[in-house]
């Protein structure tokens, strides 16, 4: 019922969200003696912002078409490299890369928001690196004949993909995807696989949540898992491929991150109504684009969710030592070759300061010279990944410390 509940609603507000932007645009048409009053425009910008608020938002493109790098400008490719049910890996490339550069694979988060939440990594790093990056499906979208995917499937997909793209690679992982990305770490250095990434930086990860626990984490905490599993969990209606597919649906894990802010968002739409009114279209359409991307959201695989609850926020069973890939614990001592760098925002209100630099502390087998911590001062945690600090202060960092430990001669084609 939760979910037919959702697509009801969804219906009344599509419907009311086109009536509004018609309204709006017949307010703003020059035509209209009435948009040159002083209602008129403080109307049509009302009615602008309902609408965007109330309208739908599907799967966003990266739409990156160009990169400034050594002076020039060059086209961006992207194409996706290698298709499963559950996740495409994508590539980014361009001319102007040297033959020898590094091959970068960032992890994006399987957290409610498509891969595309990363396009401003993506964008910054395709400057100096070739990039590939985990393009995971919304669940409803996926067939029930696919099968189930849960966390360790997860881990199965990203040695996949460090397979495709071949030895001496470097990974990233943002937010939720350091636990996995991490394990899969230490599982390939465990078996000497080839392929094991050369340096893993983990960005606002909750490798241990007991550090500084946020609001977040303390949901997590203060509710059994099967609170979550009747509570949370909804079934795919008729209308789409998943159908029958047991998911945590995106719009549940948007309705609980808007809420954690709802002030800051509410004053945030105030501002884009008072630009609208304005004139100040840019700033408007700045605000436009950041929330048509932060309400375009997806579902996720109920046994991958509860699985990531129970294990990652519950039980702790990284840092302690309990993990299991596939019936085997997880040995994070086993990570002797991989440089890690872990990166945390001094304003993140989802992972807290502490719970991704635990990673390095839990690497018991790797030498403190192939550790590196960075605290990212006036950051919160979409700004560690996205934004000009992003771009200007914490990518460089990213850049000097992979080609610190990139070794070209290992590259092979993918």
């Given at each position: 019922m939760l979910y037919t509940a959702y697509e009801l609603n969804k219906s009344w507000m599509n419907a009311a969200s086109t009536w509004a932007s018609a309204a709006a645009q017949m307010l703003n048409n020059p035509a209209l003696p009435f948009g040159y009053t002083g209602m008129g425009p403080v109307m049509a910008s009302a009615l602008e912002v309902f609408a965007h608020a109330s309208a739908p938002y599907g799967k966003p493109a990266f739409d990156i078409e160009s990169v400034e790098a050594g002076g020039k400008t060059w086209p961006v490719t992207e194409a996706i490299v290698l298709h499963k049910p559950f996740g495409n890996l994508l590539r980014f490339t361009h001319a102007g890369l040297p033959e020898n550069a590094p091959r970068l694979l960032i992890v994006a988060p399987m957290s409610g928001h498509f891969a595309t939440l990363l396009r401003g990594t993506v964008a910054r790093m395709v400057e100096s690196c070739e990039v590939y990056i985990t393009d995971w499906a919304d669940a409803k979208m996926v067939p029930l004949a696919a099968g189930e995917f849960d966390l360790d499937d997860y881990i199965d997909y990203l040695i996949a993909f460090f397979e495709h793209v071949g030895p001496g690679a470097h990974a990233l992982a943002v937010c939720q995807p350091s636990v996995p990305t991490l394990a899969a770490t230490a599982i390939m250095a465990d078996t000497?696989?080839?392929?094991?990434?050369?340096?893993?930086?983990?960005?606002?990860?909750?490798?241990?949540?007991?550090?500084?626990?946020?609001?977040?984490?303390?949901?997590?905490?203060q509710r059994p898992i099967e609170w979550f599993r009747h509570t949370v969990?909804?079934?795919?209606?008729?209308?789409?491929?998943?159908?029958?597919?047991?998911?945590?649906?995106?719009?549940?894990?948007?309705?609980?991150?808007?809420?954690?802010?709802?002030?800051?968002?509410?004053?945030s739409h105030y501002h884009m109504f008072r630009h609208l009114v304005e004139g100040a279209d840019e700033s408007a359409d700045a605000t436009k684009d950041f929330y048509e991307e932060y309400r375009s959201v997806c579902d996720l695989n109920a046994a991958y969710y509860l699985q990531t609850v129970e294990e990652v926020f519950q039980k702790h069973s990284l840092p302690n030592g309990t993990f299991v890939h596939r019936g085997k614990v997880v040995d994070l001592g086993q990570i002797n070759d991989t440089a890690l760098l872990a990166v945390e925002g001094e304003r993140d209100d989802i992972s807290g300061i502490g719970q991704t630099r635990a990673a390095l502390h839990l690497a018991t087998g790797l030498a403190e010279?192939?550790?590196?911590?960075?605290?990212?001062?006036?950051?919160?945690?979409?700004?560690?990944?996205?934004?000009?600090?992003?771009?200007?202060?914490?990518?460089?960092?990213?850049?000097?410390?992979?080609?610190?430990?990139?070794?070209?001669?290992?590259?092979?084609?993918?």
């Open positions: 000497k696989h080839p392929c094991r990434p050369l340096t893993l930086t983990m960005m606002g990860g909750p490798i241990d949540t007991r550090e500084a626990p946020t609001s977040v984490n303390d949901l997590a905490m969990i909804g079934t795919v209606p008729l209308q789409y491929p998943g159908a029958g597919r047991q998911v945590y649906p995106g719009f549940m894990q948007l309705a609980g991150f808007m809420s954690m802010n709802l002030g800051n968002h509410m004053l010279a192939k550790k590196q911590y960075h605290l990212a001062p006036e950051v919160g945690h979409y700004g560690i990944f996205n934004g000009s600090k992003w771009r200007d202060k914490i990518a460089p960092i990213l850049e000097a410390w992979i080609a610190r430990f990139d070794r070209p001669a290992l590259k092979v084609v993918a």
